[in-house]
């Protein structure tokens, strides 16, 4: 791949920004303050880098405003470097999921392109597949599926019958769409991801379990990404709706009937269980678990490793579990903890003969 080498000042105008120092400056690269070498730009986002900034080798920096001011380095001065650094990041990117965004928003080129099927692929003949499309070796397509504009299909894909995907959408190597599954546009399937495999529900019957036939599909709207082998359960009867704009982390189980609203971000190993509602706006921490039949508000904050057990109604951060504590000391809060009934009968019962002598 050739470099592509901007100079600073279009690197300012690409995202609203303005220089300090050298405009005529040429870039070929970005990267932390840390590594950055002397053809590369990097950014300041997080107070804690902020001891890297006078030793960094980066030809130029990110800052805002106030930063600008300790340093006598070539600076592109936003007020969001970390949205800046995003939007630059694309610039770079060997495959910029950016230029299938803007294609599904409606700016491709015009005139008719046609699809590119690769010779190992299986496309069944019903299959509705757009000019500009992309189908790698491997994959298989079933019947009645509609792949929108411009979308890219991985190697060894797999999109179950009925399915649909938008325009720009774009499918890495491995992802598996069950049937009736609904994609929106400039969406983002890591490898390994699942969609619309069948809920949990079993009903108990005579010391087994009968299954129950999960009858719903998965509906996905736009600009969602889905990260590394997550799974999404199909609609015991109504569907399983993940909203436009959620970012999904790898390794994340959301079950039948969830529902995530608009630009909710979840972390990593996270859980949601079954007919769970999440609001818009929230930010699930890593390992979180939601237990099933809540809602949560929008715009919750629930730090890592946060066990969900009720409805939260009120915006704002929460958290449960203990914080790392040395292992000895660790040891001696459970040993408390579990004394805390007997302490509360205690107490209890003491204040009940202070009550009766007074």
Known sequence: ??????????????????????????????????????????????????????DTKAA???????????????VLVHE??????????????????????????????????????????????????????TINAGAVI??????????????????????????????????TIYHGTTIGDACILHSGVVIGSD????????????????????????????GANTAIDRGALDNTVIENGVKLDNQIQIAHNVLVGENTAIAACSAIAGSTTIGKNCVIGG????????????????TAMTMVIKSLKEPGVYSSGTGVQPNAKWRKSIARLRQLDKMAARIKALEKTVNTKN
């Open 60 to 74: 130029a920096i990110i800052l805002t405003e106030d930063m600008a001011k300790k340093t006598s380095a070539n």
């Open 80 to 133: 969001q470097p970390y949205l800046a650094y995003a939007t630059l990041s694309h610039l770079w990117d060997a495959f910029s999921c950016q230029s299938l965004s803007s294609k599904a928003a409606g700016n491709s080129d015009s005139g008719t392109k046609p699809a590119k099927i690769h010779a190992s692929a299986t496309v069944h003949e019903t299959a509705v597949i757009s000019q500009g499309v």
């Open 287 to 302: 390992a979180s678990g939601i237990a099933g039949h809540l809602t949560v508000t929008d715009n919750v904050h629930l």
């Open 1 to 54: 791949m050739m470099d592509k080498v901007f100079t600073l000042k279009q690197l300012a105008q690409k995202v609203g920004g303005r220089v300090i120092g050298d405009e005529g400056l040429t870039i070929s690269g970005i990267a932390t303050l840390q590594s950055a070498d002397g053809a590369q730009i990097s950014f300041l986002a997080n107070p804690a880098y902020e001891k890297y900034l006078p």
């Open 199 to 226: 809920g949990f529900g079993f009903a108990p019957h005579q010391g087994k379990w009968k299954k129950i036939a999960q009858l719903g599909g998965v509906l996905i709207g736009n600009f969602v990404e889905i």
């Open 142 to 175: 079933h019947s009645g599926v509609v792949i929108g504009e411009d979308s890219v299909i991985g190697s060894n894909c797999v999109i179950g019958d009925d399915s649909n995907i938008g325009k720009g959408t774009l499918l890495h190597a491995g992802v």
